[in-house]
């Protein structure tokens, strides 16, 4: 190929949900084309009016942004290019490249029938009859393809690949009702649109070969290929919903951040030496096409969850309380002004257990419940005996503590301990009871500064008074 600059694309049909095999698609284009400093297109591929819809484009639109891959252009529709694609072949019949088959249903299907028994492709004897001779009847138009050497695929993934050319039919270009094909439609939009990298999975390889050939028919310049390896679940068999989430929209509502997503997806069939974790300058800095192994990667959750945990580590707490406090409120648990700076207090004392959102909203449950708390049965239990009393005591140091900080509230803890001859163990599951009332919560000096100083006395004072 010319050393044009790199322009990649992503083409997803909005027929449904955004697949993580598309998303990976997607990412491995907009990789290449930062790493070249190219181009990142989007064409929506919406030729089949019947099963695209509205709601369909707006989720491919929505699962972009949300891992952060904006193309560099606005959309290009593909249904609105009907007409381009009809010129093509006009050029293409102009040229000899293409003809009319007016071949009937039932001759078609005779011609099978003995293209079978010979073991060759469907050819039609209009391939070689005079348009002089043409019937008063619906046609369609198929691509001349040449029936003897053969049509190489170099692909950046695969290698070269050579398709014996007698095993390639005349594809047909345009249907009987002047409709362009798939194979037809993506060779010229992608012609159009300056494409120089066709980076898409390996589904597609087969076209990949009649794609050349029109591409060839009109006289211009065959793309790079790189055709992706597919993606598995983690038994080896092809990912499907017994593998769990597939669409990247169900990724997002299982808590997983977009950049964890990035980060994971990037290494599903490339990576950079034993580099797990990596930012996206530095995946933009390693990321070559060429790189890609050409055998199918396996959905790995666990470290899905590694990375995942890690980034909710580094995030920042607004960020995290704004998702957080999202979560909470589509559980139907409001999060006005004031809570919201609870949470944003309570959210670096608990992500760090955190491999999900998800998991880090039930982590900041106990700091949005309302006082008095509703006690589990095992309440009973823990707030007996030399407990109660020992709690009021350990109530009055806290009273009079002038550090509220984690650090100095361990340590008052553990003097408190010390002071009572006892271990922690005897009264700590109780003073967890009394802040979180059975939800789960962090350790017990976390709990006390997430809560805050008033807002811990009190609920202390609740669970004694029940035990009095």
Request: net charge negative; with cysteine.
């Amino acid at each position: 190929m010319s050393d044009r600059p790199v322009v990649t694309r992503i083409a997803p049909s909005p027929t449904g949900s955004m697949h993580i095999g598309t998303a990976r698609t997607a990412l491995f284009n907009w990789l290449y084309a930062r790493h070249t400093g190219g181009r990142f297109l989007l064409r929506i591929e919406d030729t089949d009016r019947e099963r695209s819809t509205e709601a369909a484009v707006q989720v491919i639109f929505e699962g972009l942004a949300w891992l952060g891959l904006e193309p560099d252009a606005p959309p290009v529709f593909q249904a609105a290019r009907a007409e381009r694609h009809r010129e093509a072949v006009d050029m293409l019949l102009a040229r000899g490249e293409a003809y009319r088959d007016y071949m009937t249903p039932e001759e078609l299907e005779a011609e099978r029938e003995t293209a079978r028994a010979e073991g060759r492709v469907v050819r039609s004897p209009w391939r070689d009859l005079s348009p002089n001779d043409a019937p008063d009847r619906p046609f369609v138009v198929r691509l001349k393809s040449p029936q003897t050497g053969e049509t190489l695929v170099a692909d950046q993934v695969k290698g070269d690949i050579r398709f014996q050319n007698k095993d390639l039919d005349d594809l047909i270009l345009l249907r009987t009702d002047g409709s362009p094909t798939y194979n037809l439609a993506v060779v010229v939009d992608d012609h159009d649109m300056g494409i120089t990298h066709v980076i898409r999975g390996d589904d597609h390889l087969n076209n990949a070969a009649r794609q050349t050939l029109i591409y060839q028919a009109l006289g211009w310049e065959v793309p790079i290929w790189a055709h992706l390896p597919l993606i598995h679940g983690p038994d080896g068999a092809k990912l499907s919903k017994r593998h769990g989430a597939q669409a990247v929209s169900e990724f997002d509502a299982m808590g997983y951040l977009p950049e964890a997503m990035r980060n994971y997806l990037a290494r599903l069939g490339w990576g950079h030496g034993d580099d797990e974790i990596f930012s996206d300058d530095q995946a933009i800095s390693w990321f070559d096409i060429a790189d890609v192994v050409s055998a199918p990667s396996r959905l790995d959750w666990a470290k899905l969850n590694h990375l995942n945990n890690h980034y909710i580590r580094q995030a920042a707490p607004e960020r995290l309380t704004s998702l957080v406090a999202a979560i909470h409120e589509s559980r139907g648990r409001a999060t006005p002004a004031a809570q919201l700076a609870v949470l944003e207090r309570t959210i670096p004392l608990v992500r760090d257990g955190a491999k999900t959102m998800l998991e880090l909203a039930d982590a900041t449950v106990f700091v949005l419940d309302q006082r008095p708390l509703q006690m589990p049965e095992k309440a009973a239990s823990l707030l007996s005996g030399e407990t109660p009393p020992r709690l009021a005591r350990l109530k009055a140091r806290l009273v009079e503590a002038a550090d509220w900080s984690v650090p100095a509230l361990e340590g008052l803890i553990r003097g408190f301990a010390e002071s009572e001859g006892v271990g922690i163990g005897k009264f700590g599951p109780a003073l967890r009871m009394c802040l979180a009332g059975g939800a789960p919560a962090p350790d017990l000096a976390g709990a006390l500064v997430a809560l805050g100083r008033e807002e811990s006395l009190a609920r202390l004072d609740d669970a004694l008074s029940r035990a009095a």
